[in-house]
């Protein structure tokens, strides 16, 4: 599940640690970053690319989908493709957390 959303700010991370509070399981990842020149069509586009995947079918302002990374970056790509498009997977705490999850499932059947 990936939130697609443009900031306007100067410093990207400061919208991420917003989104992150405590009404999420996790904080929020990065798992890619673009930049257009015309960031509020270019999110359009991919809403609309993303709509059958939405998460949230009544409130549209919620912009989460379902999808992976590659579907993501071949969406982009396919609107701009002089759209430069960063990926970074970090994703630490959710990943902690299954390992620790993996690990107590694997004892509880040992």
Do not use: C, W
């Not at 257009?36 to 939405?54: F, G, M, P, T, Y």
């Amino acid at each position: 599940m990936f939130k697609v959303g443009m900031t306007r700010r100067l410093n990207p991370l400061d919208r991420i640690d917003e989104l992150g509070n405590a009404s999420v399981p996790f904080k929020f990842d990065i798992h890619a970053m673009v930049f257009s020149d015309n960031a509020v069509e270019l999110e359009q586009k991919i809403h609309d690319r993303l709509d059958q995947q939405r998460v949230n079918k009544i409130n549209l302002r919620k912009e989460f989908f379902y999808s992976d990374i590659e579907n993501l970056q071949a969406i982009v790509q396919d609107i701009d493709s002089t759209v430069e498009f960063t990926t970074t997977l970090a994703a630490e705490e959710y990943r902690q957390s299954k390992s620790i999850r993996d690990d107590e499932n694997k004892n509880r059947i040992a």
